[in-house]
């Protein structure tokens, strides 16, 4: 069974400019959740999808991110304007219905310059 | 607000020896304690998990101990095994709150052959 798979795996972007990242779950998982985890620190919720509702986006920083996950599988977040602050690794996850397990993708490593 | 803490930052143990971590939490209120393995340029991965309902977990090498009454729990690697070098990350979920994770800072693992 194939993992999260997410791209790209790395991108380097000058600050002030756009950027996406895309996810697409293990099969069949419902829920699927954006984290930012940096430098030395644990993951930390961004949003969380269950199908293509957004049920807990609290943590996102809406005046530049933005995510959507059409159809209920396939999810995109995106950045615009990136900031220095937003380097980090962008990690999506996905869960299948009435599982606690996250299984998490390999992430995205982002560096603003 | 800091709900989770996790000790030590980084630990060194020689290979057979006993790798203890451990985390304090502040909220009663969580209902699942998993433990996550990351290694370099991967997502973490689930390694073990326990409900408030019972005292100690075993799976193979792993164990983990709970203490409700301390609001602690630990992860104990028995025959740490230099393959086990890794970053680990405790996490809590609020019951009823079905999937946020909140995780602690992580502890790196070193385990010398």
């Known amino acids: 069974e194939a993992g999260v798979v997410q791209s790209p795996r790395y991108k380097i972007i000058e600050k002030k400019q756009p950027v996406a990242f895309w996810c697409n779950p293990i099969s069949g998982h419902n829920t699927l959740y954006w984290y930012r985890q940096n430098l030395g620190q644990g993951p930390e919720l961004l949003i969380r999808?269950?199908?293509?509702?957004?049920?807990?986006d609290s943590q996102l920083p809406k005046d530049r991110f933005s995510a959507e996950r059409l159809k209920g599988v396939d999810s995109t977040l995106k950045i615009q304007p990136a900031e220095l602050g937003d380097s980090a690794v962008y990690l999506c996850?996905?869960?299948?219905?009435?599982?606690?397990?996250?299984?998490f993708g390999p992430g995205t490593r982002l560096l603003v310059l | 607000q800091q709900q989770v803490k996790q000790s030590p930052q980084s630990l060194i143990v020689q290979k057979g020896g006993i790798s203890i971590i451990n985390c304090a939490y502040e909220n009663t209120a969580f209902d699942y304690f998993p433990w996550y393995q990351q290694f370099p340029g991967k997502g973490p991965a689930l390694l073990i998990a326990i409900r408030p309902d019972v005292s100690e977990k075993k799976e193979g090498r792993f164990t983990i101990s709970f203490n409700k009454s301390a609001k602690q729990f630990s992860l104990h690697i028995m025959d740490s095994q230099p393959g086990d070098s890794a970053t680990y990350f405790c996490a809590v979920k609020r019951a009823g709150n079905t999937g946020k994770l909140i995780f602690g800072q992580g502890t790196t693992l070193q385990v010398k052959p």
């Open positions: 999808y269950e199908n293509e509702e957004a049920v807990d």
């Open positions: 996850a996905s869960t299948p219905g009435g599982s606690e397990t996250q299984y």
